[in-house]
């Protein structure tokens, strides 16, 4: 499988926009990029997936590097809720593969 | 729409007991998935379910089993519990219909496995 590579943690102020990176310099052509993010005492919640071109939905943007080897996820406006840690995966698309979740980043929101 | 439904919430077993886990997907959701998740080695994929036959298995031991039913529902037995056994294990329903990618994925809370 792909792998990925994020930052371990990161800090934000609430009310202004994040920016989380994701490495996948080993990505394949049918790799989709998503997405998900864990609350605390919660399972995964899907954010938001892409394959080549941005995304943006209700939640937040995926900005996708044009040679595809890394991404960010954008929170336009974080608030306290947003504080989880954020998982990005590559899928396959060739075959039924489990999803492999790295370690993620875990971000902070200040007040 | 309900969400993606796992029981119990929290179990308790001790070495060498076996354990079954429930996990009722979403409604028309047909591909069940499930991962185990440490705090040392994160989550952990352990193996996929789409109309009752398993699709794919993460790399975990015999001991660890699970299957589908005919409405979609899914149990996870785990035999012969390890210490190592002890984990928040996850279950995830997807509409994914084909043989590749899992699609939108949606998780439920979980069940915390303590094993003594």
């Known amino acids: 499988d792909a792998k990925t590579t994020q930052p371990n943690s990161m800090e934000s102020n609430e009310e202004e926009p994040v920016h989380l990176p994701c490495n996948h310099s080993?990505?394949?052509?049918?790799?989709?990029i998503h997405w998900y993010r864990q609350l605390p005492s919660q399972g995964p919640e899907y954010v938001i997936h892409g394959l080549t071109s941005n995304v943006n939905n209700r939640m937040a943007s995926l900005a996708i590097a044009e040679d595809r080897k890394s991404s960010t996820l954008i929170l336009h406006r974080a608030t306290l809720r947003d504080a989880a840690v954020y998982y990005c995966?590559?899928?396959?698309?060739?075959?039924?593969?489990?999803?492999?979740f790295g370690k993620g980043t875990h971000l902070i929101i200040q007040p | 729409k309900a969400g993606v439904t796992q029981t119990p919430r929290y179990l308790i077993k001790t070495r060498g007991q076996q354990v079954t886990l429930s996990c009722s997907p979403i409604s028309g959701h047909r591909s069940v998935s499930w991962y185990q998740q440490t705090p040392g080695q994160g989550l952990q994929f352990l193996f996929e379910?789409?109309?009752?036959?398993?699709?794919n298995k993460g790399n975990f031991p015999g001991r660890f089993s699970g299957r589908q039913f005919s409405n979609s529902r899914s149990e996870m037995n785990v035999s012969t519990l390890e210490l190592g056994d002890s984990a928040l294990y996850l279950c995830a329903s997807s509409l994914a219909s084909q043989a590749h990618g899992l699609g939108k994925l949606f998780f439920g809370s979980g069940t915390q496995l303590s094993v003594l």
């Open positions: 080993t990505i394949s052509g049918t790799d989709y």
């Open positions: 379910y789409f109309s009752e036959t398993q699709r």
């Open positions: 995966i590559l899928t396959s698309g060739g075959g039924a593969d489990g999803l492999t």
